[in-house]
Each structure stands twice: as C-alpha cells, then as structure tokens.
C-alpha cells in the first residue's frame, strides 16, 4: 500500500502523517518507501544516509534507516543508529523500541524490558508494528534466563494490548508458557493484583499510583509507592503494587526483597505470608536464603593406582566421559572430554528391595589423565552442606585425594530441591506387584530427606528440628509448598498434608467463593477447601490442574469429584475428567490400562480428541507384554476415530517411516498402520500438537500452530522477526 498522508508517520510517535511534524518531508519518505516496498532496500539505505546529511535529526530517517539495518541484519550499525534516536528523541516509543531490542541482542533483559515498558506508556495513539517483535523476542529471553513469572506478565500485556491480528499468536505464547510442566506452578499463574485499600489515610494517593501502573507508567508508579511508604511504613498494598513493578521491569532482586517483606507485613493473611515467601524462594534462591551452594573442585592426583582405586570403589558407578563433556565444557571451559567418568551412589531402601539393588544417585565426579599442559587431576561437584556433603568428603577420604591438591574452580548456587527429590537408580525394575511399595518405599525417602536437610534460612538446623519453633513457622510452610508447586516430587497431597503435621504446621484451607488466584496465585491449586465447592468450580479447576500437570493434587481432586453430586449436563464431563485424574495417579501399569481403557469408551461419547489416549494404551498393553491386543485395539481406534488429529498424525508418521523403509528395501511394522489409513479414505493428516495426552472438556480440538519459535520458550539465540 503506497505512502500518503493519512498513513501513520514512519517516525513512531503513532500519529498520522498529517498531523505529524513530518508532514513536510511526505515527498522524500514516499521516495524511500517505494525502494523498501520494491525490495531494493540497499538503495534505501543509501538514500537515507544521503538524506542523513542534511537533515540529521530528522526522526523519519532514522526510524526509518533502523529498520532497514534490523531488516539487513546489521546489528551493529542498528545499535549505533539506534542509539542516535533516541538521544535525539528521549521521548520516542520507537525510538525506545530499537533500544529494546538492541538490549535483547546484548542479553541485557533488564534494560529491554524496561524501555518496553517505557515505550508502551509513551504511545498515546497506534502502537508500531515493531512492538510485536520487540515483545516475543523479549519474552523469549526472559524464558531461556529462567525469569518465568515476568515472562507471563510480559504475555498478559501483550494479550491486553495486542491487536486482534495478533490474538492467535498472543495467545499461543501466553499458553506456552502456563503450560510448560518444568516451570513451578508459582510461576506459571499471575501473581495477586494489588489490593483495594479505600479504608487507608493513602487511598487516594494509592490510587493515584495504580492508575499509573494501569498506563505502563511503572517508574512512576514505583516512585509514588516509596513516597507512600516512607509516609505510612510497609503496608501489604502497596508492596503488592510494587511487586507487580518489579515483575514487569525484570527487577528480579527487588521483587524477591519485596516477596520476603510481604511475608513479615502485618495485615495480610497467615496463607499470603507463605505465599510470598515461597515466591521468593523461587524467584532467587540465593537472594531468599534458601540457595545450597556447590563447588566445583579440582584436585591435582599424583597416585598412580587411582584408576583402579575409581573402578573398584563400591561408592562409584561409571558413566560415559561423552554425557559430561558438555557441561564441563560450560563450566570449566575444558573441550576435550575426561578419561573416565562416574556417579557417586548409596544403597537404599533396605533388604525388601536389594535384589534390584537401589542406589541413591548423587553428584558426578571425572578423572583427565596427564596432558600437555596439565598434570592429573580430578574434577567433582562437592555439596556444601547435607547428606551429600559426607558422601563427598567419604569418597575423597576412600580416593586418597590430599586436602593441599584441592581447587575450588567456582561456587555454583542451587536450589535445595535438588537434593531432596531423590533420583533412585535400580539394576532391574521390580516386578508389576512389587511396584507400588517400591514407589511408596521412594516416597518416604524423598520425605525424609526433606525432613532432615539442612538450610541456611533455618539457621543450618534441619525442618525435623525446628518443628516446634514458632520463628520458623512461615519459613517452613513456604518450603513445603515451594516443593509442593515444583512438581519435582512423587508425592501425593495426602503425603504432604503427612509432612505437614510431621511439622506441625495447620493445614491451610481457603474457601472457594473467594478469587483465591488472585490472593495467592498458584498456591490456590494446593490450598481450596474441596469440601462443598461448587460442582462447575471443582470441574474447572480439576481441569486446569490436568491441563498443567499439577500431579500432586490429582488423587484428592478425583476424590472429590467421585463425593460430588453431579448435574446430569456436567456428569460424563466429570467422569472423564475423574478417569483422567486416576490414570494419571495411577500405581501401576495394570490399573492404568483399564482406567486409559475406559476413557477412550467416554471420549467417544463425547465426541472429544482421544488420540493420546489411544496411544498411551496401547503402549501400556506393549509394557505389559499384550503386543497383538495392542495393535488390534490401535486398529480400531482407527476405525472408529480415523478424523482424530493425533492418530491421523500418527499414521502420518507411521507412513512416512514405511516409505523410507521401502526405499531403503525393508519393511516394518508402519505397513499395516498405513494399510488401515487407506482402507478409511482418510484425507492427509494435519500435524497435531502433543500436549499432555488428556483433553479436558474446556479446551477446543487440538489445532496446527504456526508459532514463532521465539513463543516456544525452548531457546536459541536468534531473533525472530516476522516474514523471515
């Protein structure tokens, strides 16, 4: 579409051209715009740097020339024009826009995230296109750094003031992230809202505050609340407010010392208090004094019998050197991979269990052999407190590894979470009957680990021993639910309402006719009373909790929709979602084919996508050792659902394996897949995403996504800029 003066100046300030300073420069843009449009885009660049030279700080032109050098990829012209424009216009949203953007290619996602922000509450008019890229490559960023929660307030902004062109792509950016199962429930739903305080001698001026957090005015906003505070003390609201100022800015240190001083404010409730406090063991473990630091260690070795002193030592088992290269690599810059490599082990469990022989996975630990420049040596992870620390200090002990040889290379911050989830390591699986009580046997290790790890918030005593000590009571409600909302764990809500007497913590209930989301975000999952819940509520949250795998809570939910009185419009959708809730709690294998078996009988009824369901059974039966059951039961399934878009991409795959197959001269089990395929006339199958196996009555029929890679949260350092 050509250039007139009814378009929006190309200048950013959102305004159309007639209106604009520009306006009288509308013969030359039109020059420029006919180039860009025609792909001649180094002939523009030249045009414009031509014009540069009389008209320097012309805004146009160098809105206009960053655009071109974003475009052309000339990423350090575009960071030195870019800077030019906005010290020529301070005040330009665009301007602040390539500023952002330059600051995400530098990695600084503090400074991009902030002139967002800024560049949003200066657009009094039409946001420029470019806010899109900025955002998705920023909310990128922020995942690959693991700053989760500001992600998803950067994700809710962009839903609020994205345009309807862009409401698809909002949303598959927002649900990847609320949806991705190795982020904490804490930070995968909103933090509160700020309260209403109307009954305070600061309301008006509170209100004065959250109306300039409501523009984006966040430094504002922030210098308003700390005026309020100095005046009144540390009130709830307006740390709340302030919280969501850090959020949005990145601010990641200001927002954990915000979370712990909301934990300690009067006012709130004994639930918000472990709420913050919990959020600030997860956004910095450091900064919340909850991190376990590890050193990464050298020691110089001149024993010549200590490769066979590694292989024979009970206490080690011996890894591939090639699984460690990388990180080593990361972390001591060392390319070429170690000479041998091994696990530090402990047998657990006891005589019940010892001919699977369980061991208790720790830390690794590798030997180099003598280069050139280097003598000997070996490199470990030493835990600085807890029960990996003796096993540590017990294999340098057994190795011989004198104290004087010892480095410490760096000291690497850790969540304690990493210790207490135990991984448990078997040289054969137990069989199917011996399943559940060796999983229960692994449940009550995890608890106890839990109950006797050392922490720095606890003075370096144990939750065990400080049980009884009122001091201590937030700080240890916090830890639990920071474990529970992990999702790390193999425990069940019934297991940690056990960990939580052990502790002598009351249970936390809250009411369901409270916006309990937005008084404790994710902790709500854990804490609302099921008892007389609404039918419509329990079926919308038990499907949030599917939908975000939070397994903890799955066997109380599913009790609590067995002792609910159904609607009959709402009955087989509770019954489903209450089959979906078992099977993915269930103990073994045995128990959960029949549940996935009943589910794809009420799937059908009700007419729901059950291609997942369909293929975990049938790889259930092929663990139990029902091969030809499970084929039969794959080949009707295609019978009777063949329009399902998961098993229609399945057979896709299956087909296209059978052709390579073929071409290469075999042939392979995909021949009778696609056989069924054609024997129904089904149309070429369009790709599905894989989701997590269970559809829930509130989600619509899985649907192709042509996201961004930059939506997907999964890294990778380029930008995406759209139509490339």
């Known amino acids: 579409m050509s250039m007139d003066q009814y378009t929006i100046c190309p200048c950013g300030n959102g305004k159309k051209i007639k209106f604009c300073k520009c306006h009288e420069h509308l013969a030359e843009m039109e020059v420029v715009d006919r180039m860009i449009q025609g792909e001649q885009s180094v002939a523009a660049l030249d045009r414009i740097n031509s014009l540069l030279k009389t008209l320097p700080s012309e805004p146009w032109l160098l809105a206009m020339k960053c655009e071109l050098l974003l475009k052309l990829q000339e990423t350090e012209s575009l960071e030195e024009t870019s800077a030019k424009f906005i010290r020529l216009q301070p005040d330009n949203p665009l301007a602040k826009m390539y500023r952002s953007l330059v600051a995400i290619m530098r990695g600084n996602v503090e400074e991009a995230a902030n002139l967002l922000v800024q560049a949003i509450a200066g657009t009094s008019e039409n946001l420029h296109p470019l806010f899109m890229t900025v955002a998705i490559n920023l909310i990128e960023s922020m995942m690959q750094r693991r700053y989760f929660l500001s992600s998803l307030m950067h994700a809710e902004m962009l839903l609020g003031i994205a345009g309807e062109q862009s409401a698809e792509m909002t949303n598959e950016i927002y649900n990847s992230i609320i949806n991705q199962q190795n982020i904490s429930i804490l930070q995968r739903e909103s933090p509160p809202s700020p309260p209403e305080a109307d009954d305070q001698p600061y309301a008006e001026r509170y209100r004065e505050a959250l109306a300039l957090l409501e523009r984006y005015q966040v430094q504002q906003c922030r210098t308003k609340l700390d005026a309020i505070q100095r005046e009144f003390g540390p009130q709830g609201p307006l740390l709340i407010a302030k919280l969501q100022c850090q959020l949005l800015i990145v601010d990641i240190d200001g ?73 080593l690599n990361a972390l001591t810059g060392e390319e070429v991979p170690p000479k041998s490599a091994y696990m530090l082990v402990k047998p657990v469990l006891g005589e019940e269990f010892a001919e699977y022989r369980p061991r208790q996975a720790g830390q690794w630990i590798v030997y180099y052999g003598r280069q050139t420049d280097k003598p000997p040596r ?188 159904w609607p009959e419009e709402l009955e087989i959708s509770a019954d489903y979602t209450k089959l979906a809730l078992r099977t993915r709690s269930s103990k073994s ?71 390579q197959q073929q071409a290469a001269g075999g042939g392979g089990r995909g021949a009778d897949v696609g056989a069924a395929l054609a024997r129904h006339g089904s149309q070429a199958p369009t790709p599905a995403s894989s989701g997590s196996g269970l559809w829930t009555p509130d989600q619509g029929s899985p649907e192709a996504t042509g996201k961004p890679a930059s939506a997907s949260g999964s890294g990778g350092s380029g930008l995406w800029i759209p139509g490339q």
């Open 255 to 327: 927002a954990t010392e915000t979370c712990l001083r909301l934990a300690k404010t009067d006012g709130l409730l004994e639930a918000q208090k472990v709420y913050f406090q919990a959020l600030a063991f997860e956004l910095s473990a450091t900064k919340s004094g909850i991190g376990v630091p590890l050193d990464l260690t050298s020691y110089e070795v001149a024993d010549e019998s200590i490769e066979q002193k590694l292989v024979s030592s009970t206490s080690l088992i011996p890894m591939k050197p090639e699984s460690v290269r990388e990180l």
């Open 378 to 565: 070996i490199v470990m992870i030493e835990p600085t407190r807890g029960y990996q620390q003796a096993w540590t200090k017990s294999i340098v002990e057994e190795l011989g590894l004198p104290e004087s040889s010892r480095t410490v290379l760096q000291s690497l911050p850790n969540s304690p979470l990493l210790f207490i989830s135990a991984t448990v390591q078997v040289d054969k699986m137990p069989p199917n009957d011996l399943a559940p009580a060796f999983n229960a046997a692994v449940r009550e290790l995890d608890k106890q680990l839990f109950l006797d790890f050392p922490l720095p918030m606890l003075n370096g005593g144990t939750p065990s021993s400080c049980a009884n000590d009122p001091v201590y009571k937030t700080e240890l409600a916090a830890f639990l639910l920071f474990w529970q909302a992990a999702g790390t764990s193999k425990l069940s809500a019934t297991d940690f309402a056990d960990l939580a007497g052990k502790l002598s913590l009351e249970k936390i209930k809250l009411s369901s006719t409270e916006d309990t989301f937005d008084l404790v975000g994710g902790a709500s999952y854990f804490w609302i009373d099921l008892e007389g819940i609404a039918p419509d509520d329990l079926l919308q949250m038990a499907q949030s909790a599917l939908t975000r795998n939070v397994t903890s809570i799955y066997e109380s939910m599913a009790d609590a929709i067995t002792a609910t009185k």
């Open 589 to 659: 294998f045995e128990e959960a084919e029949k549940l996935l078996e009943q589910m794809y009988e009420k799937g059908k009824v009700l007419g729901v996508p059950i291609g997942n369901v369909v293929l975990e059974r049938a790889d259930v039966l092929q663990q139990l050792g029902r091969s030809e059951e499970a084929g039969m039961f794959l080949r009707k399934a295609l019978t009777e659902v063949p329009r399902d878009p998961v098993l229609m991409q399945f057979v896709q795959m299956q087909m296209m394996r059978m052709q």
